[in-house]
């Protein structure tokens, strides 16, 4: 089993950026995450992240992880299944290796909320899908449906009237949570519009061939014939790998305080040795830029926690040169 100082679980932008701040304090890291780019590849174009006017998610991602890489500190893309303490650190189990670090970063972020409808879970990956932008240009010129009313299903029904020859856009409510400005583009577009609606079946053979959808208040059923379910209802932390090492708030986010640190399960104290960073946090503004900088922050607090340096104030690292 290798070794580590410090294990980042996640590789978003929290977990990308820790990685950079971490090698430059000399720290031997690794960062485990199932998509590199995390929640940022759900998303087809970014526009307001410092530096960049406009930006393709997957160019932005692919500097993240450039960066990260140049500095020795290697991506390993698989799922964390277990993670334990011990008398001198942690065991991280993924579903192929185990690792141990003095020290971990917890910057996993959210996962997309599913339906919980039949035939979702089997077609998952063969028509079902979370994220337009990995997956949209599988479905040129066919139909598909997408399910939400926020900016993310706006997005991703933007993005596929580009490429699909249809596409419904399907909400429980009449209401839209997305930016008035996104849904009139939207609107333009041709996309098809099924209001108070809910998908309640995915079918298909091997791959999605329609889904059964209820308008709420008439009662009317009926099939569409489609060949993509683009599913973009939000997400949610998955707390369940962490609940029994640290603590979480009622919405399942990871508690931390001005530090990154975290604190143990149902109690103030603080957790020493792990730090989170992102999504996955109580810090209120789920952006970009803020993950980044929250995953500078846990970085060079494990580095701390690491070489028992104790920080009391302000603390100023504006050297450009390594740490």
């Known amino acids: 089993m290798e070794e580590f100082d410090l294990i980042i679980i996640g590789a978003g932008p929290a977990g990308l950026t820790a990685g950079i701040f971490a090698s430059r304090r000399l720290l031997k890291t690794i960062i485990i995450g199932e998509v590199i780019g995390g929640q940022v ?13 406009q930006i393709k998610s997957v160019d932005l991602v692919e500097k993240f992880e450039e960066h990260v890489k140049s500095l020795g500190v290697d991506i390993i893309q698989d799922m964390v299944v277990e993670i334990n303490e011990v008398d001198d650190g942690f065991i991280v189990k993924t579903t192929s290796n185990e690792y141990k670090a003095k020290a971990l970063i917890l910057a996993f972020g959210k996962s997309p909320r599913t339906l919980n409808v039949p035939g979702e879970k089997e077609y998952t990956g063969k028509g079902v899908s979370y994220c337009a932008n990995c997956d949209a240009p599988l479905f040129r010129g066919l139909p598909v449906a997408v399910v ?3 900016n993310s ?13 249809k596409v419904y856009l399907i909400h429980r409510s009449e209401t839209f949570r997305a930016f008035d400005s996104l849904v009139e583009d939207v609107k333009k577009r041709g996309v098809e519009f099924l209001l108070n609606t809910e998908v309640r079946e995915i079918k298909g053979d091997k791959f999605v061939r329609s889904i059964v959808v209820e308008n709420k208040i008439t009662g009317e059923k009926k099939e569409l014939e489609i060949r993509g379910v683009f599913i973009e209802i939000g997400s949610e932390v998955k707390a369940d790998l962490i609940k029994h090492l640290v603590k979480t708030d009622e919405t399942n986010h990871v508690c931390i305080n001005e530090k990154t640190e975290t604190f143990y399960p149902n109690s103030d104290k603080i957790r020493p040795g792990i730090f989170a960073a992102g999504d996955l946090s109580n810090v209120p503004f789920k952006q970009i830029v803020v993950a980044a900088g929250e995953g ?5 607090q494990a580095y701390n926690y690491i070489h028992k340096i104790e920080t009391k104030g302000i603390v100023g690292d504006w050297s450009a040169g390594k740490k």
Do not use: V
């Open 41 to 53: 590849m759900s998303t087809t174009l970014i526009e307001n992240y410092p530096g960049f006017k």
């Open 148 to 150: 939400g009313g926020g």
């Open 153 to 165: 299903a706006f997005d991703a029904a933007h993005y596929l009237s580009q490429i699909a020859s």
């Open 296 to 300: 500078c922050k846990a970085a060079l």
